[in-house]
């Protein structure tokens, strides 16, 4: 099987916080006087006369809270005193004075971003939006948080159209071009179909490498999207190829793999919002060569258990998958030592050491508890309980194949599903003979 090799993708995260127009509230007169204190206090910041134009803004909102554009100003004023923590006191204070005030929601809403409080942000700009379902900026700078922080493509496209279409009924020009131009830097909301084909490892690779060769990307998406199990697996054959060629000091060979690894994984987290392909590369990457070594070591171990274990020859079998755990655990790869438990087990229950191999299962399954990983947690219930029944301990046979079947029926593998089921039965009918 070749590896290729293929350029990044190229990320654009720009965005952009509205810039507000005032709204009046008060007379002609005092507007009039509140805008004539805005531009001495622009003109005052521009020669950086940042403590000077601060107490013009910060006395333009004292005056009139509902004055929007101050707000953006004040905050900028702040930054350049380098004190943004200043900007949400002074609001802060606002706000206790006027709790209803929609304007002072969203100037808080938006000091608390410059901040990087972006969750106490959002919930600020959404009671403006509540107060004003009308405040255009306040629906622009919450679908910028949804895009640029919490990564929520879809709401964050709800709130720029939300945006956009308020701009135009209230004739806000520039909010209007600026949730334009964040929209369009939105992926684009095109429908994915995912690759349903019944395809083996072999044939996802190579497909997966070809879409990479080319920069497919929307192939990439499909594949991935209809391939959950094969992207799983992939990873692991990925990560040994990377580990065989830091063995054979490939440095090009290896950071091929890692790099194939890392369009995986970030495809598969796009597709799937599950971080189990990320911790097994974090975990690579965090080797040490002489860990590295060792992995390489347990591997070589397990591949040599499986050949004898389909031979028969079980004590031989048995040895290396214990070999296999030490190396892991002396690395502390807990995945890793999960797999060989299971491995033991495996070959325990073959020799009809049934109370051993319950051992070596409950040992696995503490492992993939430990680290989130679900599927292999499912497996190993069952395992447990197929155990369990050969002991003719029936309660427990059955406690654990119905915490199997709970945990595919959440990881929605209906084929697994459906083999637990029938073991179930098995179990009920036989719990039925002995009463």
């Known amino acids: ?140 700078n919450c679908a910028a948080i949804y895009h640029l ?47 349903k084909e019944n395809l083996t490892l072999e044939e996802f690779i190579n497909r997966f490498i070809f879409c990479v060769d080319h920069n497919n990307k929307k192939r990439i998406r499909q594949l991935i999207l209809g ?13 040994k190829q990377a580990m065989r060629a830091f063995a054979e000091s490939n440095t090009e060979e290896e950071k091929t793999a890692l790099l194939l690894a890392r369009l995986l994984d970030q495809e598969y987290r796009n597709s799937f919002k599950n971080n189990l392909l990320k911790g097994k590369l974090y975990a690579y990457n965090s080797l040490s060569h002489e860990k590295k070594k060792m992995l390489i070591k347990g591997e070589d171990l397990i591949n040599k258990g499986l050949k004898r274990e389909h031979e028969e020859i079980y004590k031989e079998a048995l040895q290396s998958y214990k070999d296999a755990l030490s190396a892991f655990q002396d690395i502390k790869n807990i995945s890793k030592t999960g797999i060989a438990y299971v491995y033991i087990g495996d070959v325990y229950r073959k020799m009809k050491k049934y109370d051993l191999a319950r051992k070596a299962y409950h040992n696995g399954l503490s492992c993939f508890i430990e680290i989130g990983e679900q599927e292999r947690k499912a497996f190993v219930l069952s395992e447990l309980g197929k155990t369990y029944f050969f002991l003719k301990d029936y309660k427990n046979a059955l406690q654990f194949l119905e915490q199997s079947l709970e945990a595919y029926r959440l990881l929605k593998d209906e084929n697994s599903e459906k083999k637990v089921k029938q073991n179930i039965d098995l179990v009920k009918a036989k719990i039925d003979q002995t009463n």
């Open 1 to 140: 099987m070749t590896v290729y090799r293929m350029t990044g993708y190229v990320l654009l995260s720009f965005f952009i916080i509205a810039v507000v127009n005032p709204l009046y509230k008060n007379s002609l007169i005092a507007a009039e006087n509140h805008h004539t204190s805005y531009r001495n206090a622009e003109a005052l910041f521009k020669k950086k006369k940042f403590s000077e134009a601060l107490s013009l803004y910060e006395n333009i909102l004292l005056k009139n809270p509902s004055f929007i554009s101050a707000y953006r100003s004040l905050t900028k004023c702040y930054k350049e005193l380098g004190d943004l923590q200043g900007a949400v006191i002074f609001i802060e204070s606002l706000f206790f004075e006027n709790p209803e005030s929609a304007e002072v929601c969203y100037g808080l809403g938006y000091a608390l971003y410059s901040a990087k409080k972006y969750n106490d942000s959002k919930i600020y700009f959404e009671k403006a939006i509540k107060l004003n379902p009308n405040l255009a900026e306040a629906w622009n």
């Open 149 to 195: 922080v919490l990564q929520d493509d879809k709401k964050a496209r709800n709130y720029y159209e939300k945006a956009i279409s308020i701009s135009r009924q209230t004739g806000n020009n520039r909010v209007l071009e600026i949730a334009k131009m964040n929209l369009a830097r939105l992926p684009n909301q095109e429908v994915i179909q995912p690759v």
């Open 227 to 239: 391939q959950k199990e094969n992207s799983e697996q992939a990873m692991d054959w990925l990560l």
